[in-house]
């Protein structure tokens, strides 16, 4: 197993936003079990620029800053901690991880989840439509996404409140209104965005990396039972938007160079505006445990469509970016059942129960149950390093 040094070394150093008891909130990064206090940092190396951007209780400022300043910061941060003569001004900014609290690194502008699996895709439409075909005509041709509840994003940790709403199972008469009993989990991997572009003007593939600044681990909350009552005809909305978990950590893009793979192949092929030359998956491999028990290893590598068409096709229309933007993947499956997203894919729509080592079982999630997503990625240097973690445990409807 990685030591916390080898996962969370200086080819990682994810941006966060922390407080301590003894001070104000600003922008940090990671390093093996620690925590450094950017703002003061920069601030001690007379950095004036990096001591305003990072002296904020939000990610927003630097992400706004674009691409250019992007890699300038990560050049700095880079080389200050490799700077044996500058080594005091880390340690007298570094703080362990377990004396700080970390907060949502960014204040959600807007909010867009896609569907991007084919394997998640059409495990569901296997188990919806069973006597038809898994995958709708349109899947190939476009990213599927909805727009979700900016507002309802929270970070790691917080608890979620089992949602109620109305639901109609086959053998009600009548829809009923109550706590929803097929509450489930997606395991996806988030896309914070920067860069803002005015109405009426769009992103294109090879744009898209002027705009994408890091990502996160991502856990989109669904209601099912909620979710299949009202989502004909116009998809998602009280199902989903009771809340979204993001990892307080966010991963630059620029860490995550080696982690890049080609996409699988595209057939038939993408209209113009979804082609071009940085098409690119990533190695990511997720873990999902669910009360200790890893249930699921997704792999990001097998995603169909790039972060970079998601991120073209939500602008084509002429929508614009706003800084503080999160796109989402959607689940994350693989080709094995212990590959598997969601609760829903994992025991085949409550058919299949998972069976827990303590011997109870689960078709869909419980009061009490934690549900943690891990990942790890190729570093530069070498073996793998970490993205921070989603946990979030489940409470008793209010």
């Avoid at 998640?120 to 898994?134: E, K, L, Q, W």
């Avoid at 614009?320 to 689940?331: N, Q, Y």
């Avoid at 011997?359 to 921070?388: C, H, K, N, Q, Y």
């Amino acid at each position: 197993m990685s030591s916390a040094t080898e996962l969370w070394g200086i080819d990682n150093l994810p941006y966060g936003v922390a407080s301590t008891t003894d001070g104000g909130t600003q922008v940090v990064t990671r390093l093996g079990d620690d925590v450094i206090e950017l703002a003061t940092v920069a601030k001690a190396d007379s950095v004036r620029k990096w001591a305003r951007t990072f002296n904020n209780s939000s990610l927003n400022p630097f992400v706004a800053q674009g691409r250019s300043s992007w890699s300038a910061a990560r050049e700095w941060l880079q080389a200050i901690l490799r700077d044996d003569k500058r080594k005091g001004l880390v340690a007298a900014a570094t703080k362990p991880l377990t004396e700080v609290t970390l907060h949502l690194p960014v204040q959600i502008a807007d909010y867009v989840d896609f569907y991007a699996s084919e394997q998640h895709a059409t495990n569901v439409g296997s188990i919806f439509r069973p006597d038809s075909a898994a995958l709708t005509p349109n899947w190939k041709h476009l990213p599927i996404g909805y727009h979700g509840r900016a507002g309802t994003v929270v970070v790691s940790g917080t608890d979620i409140v089992r949602p109620v709403g109305q639901r109609k199972g086959k053998d009600d008469p009548e829809p009923v209104f109550g706590p929803s009993i097929r509450l489930d989990i997606e395991a996806e991997v988030g896309f914070i965005v920067g860069g803002e572009t005015e109405v009426g003007t769009r992103v294109s593939v090879d744009g898209a990396g002027d705009h994408l600044f890091g990502v996160a681990l991502f856990n989109d909350w669904s209601a099912r039972d909620i979710q299949a009552w009202e989502y004909v005809p116009l998809g998602p909305f009280l199902g989903k938007s009771f809340a979204s978990s993001l990892s307080p950590w966010i991963t630059p893009m620029e860490a995550l160079a080696s982690a890049k793979v080609p996409l699988p192949k595209q057939d038939p092929k993408p209209l113009d505006y979804l082609q071009g030359d940085d098409l690119f998956g990533l190695d990511l491999q997720l873990e999902v445990r669910l009360n200790d028990t890893v249930v699921s290893t997704p792999p990001y590598k097998g995603m169909y469509w790039s972060p970079a068409q998601m991120l073209a096709h939500l602008t084509v229309n002429g929508a614009s970016l706003r800084d503080g933007d999160l796109f989402a993947s959607g689940t994350v499956s693989g080709d094995s059942r212990d590959q598997r997203g969601s609760l829903l894919e994992l025991t085949w729509s409550g058919k299949e129960p998972l069976q827990l080592p303590d011997g109870t079982t689960r078709s869909f999630l419980e009061d009490g149950d934690t549900v943690t997503i891990t990942a790890t990625a190729p570093a530069t240097g070498g073996g793998r390093m970490a993205l921070g973690e989603v946990t979030g445990t489940i409470q008793p409807s209010a």
